[in-house]
């Protein structure tokens, strides 16, 4: 932002003050920072705005699962900067049942790609790359290729339990492993 002289100010922030699809801001003129999925679980960062508002971002208590669409970081003054996360070309994995759950879980863990929650308990998202696809088809798991946003709110990781306070995991009552030993 500009002061009286013209001079560009620096806007620092240093936490998310609510989000735009819950908070109601008509009365706001809206600036928008733009970030890629990949960006969401940034803690520091020099940003632009599409105003072109210089944006100093230094997070004291950054979300644990990451920044989601429409996290608001400047309210003031009749202005209000959010974050958009930018759509991405996004690999939809549809499993069956539990069984290719696990599947899809196990080896998109061993390649450490990000996985992400679908819409349903047995849909998958994550972003495309064609050795993804391969390994789908190889895996016999229907999916689709979209352009989508993977909103860091149903990121799934390895240490979930640890760092993501609000998500619980329970043991189903039907869940059950079976070994069988080969002749």
Do not use: C
């Not at 009749?78 to 939809?92: D, M």
């Not at 929650?117 to 391969?134: A, R, V």
Request: net charge positive; proline share 3%.
């Amino acid at each position: 932002m500009a002061n009286s002289y013209g001079i560009l100010v620096l806007i620092r922030v240093n936490k998310i003050l609510g989000n735009i699809h819950t908070q109601a801001l008509e009365n706001y003129q809206s600036d928008i920072i733009e970030i890629a999925w990949y960006d969401t679980r940034k803690k520091i960062a020099r940003l632009m705005t599409q105003a072109s508002r210089d944006i100093a971002m230094k997070l004291e208590s950054a979300p644990k699962e990451g920044i989601s669409d429409g996290d608001i970081i400047y309210q003031e003054n009749g202005l209000v900067i959010f974050f958009k996360i930018l759509a991405t070309k996004v690999l939809y994995l549809y499993a069956k049942n539990v069984v290719e759950v696990a599947k899809i879980n196990f080896e998109l863990g061993n390649r450490h790609a990000p996985l992400f929650f679908g819409d349903s308990e047995f849909e998958f998202q994550t972003p495309y790359e064609l050795p993804l696809q391969k390994l789908a088809e190889k895996l016999m798991v229907k999916y689709e290729i979209k352009e989508s946003i993977l909103d860091s709110k149903k990121r799934l990781n390895v240490s979930m339990p640890h760092s993501e306070p609000n998500t619980k995991i329970a043991l189903s009552n039907t869940f059950s492993v079976n070994i069988i030993k080969e002749k």
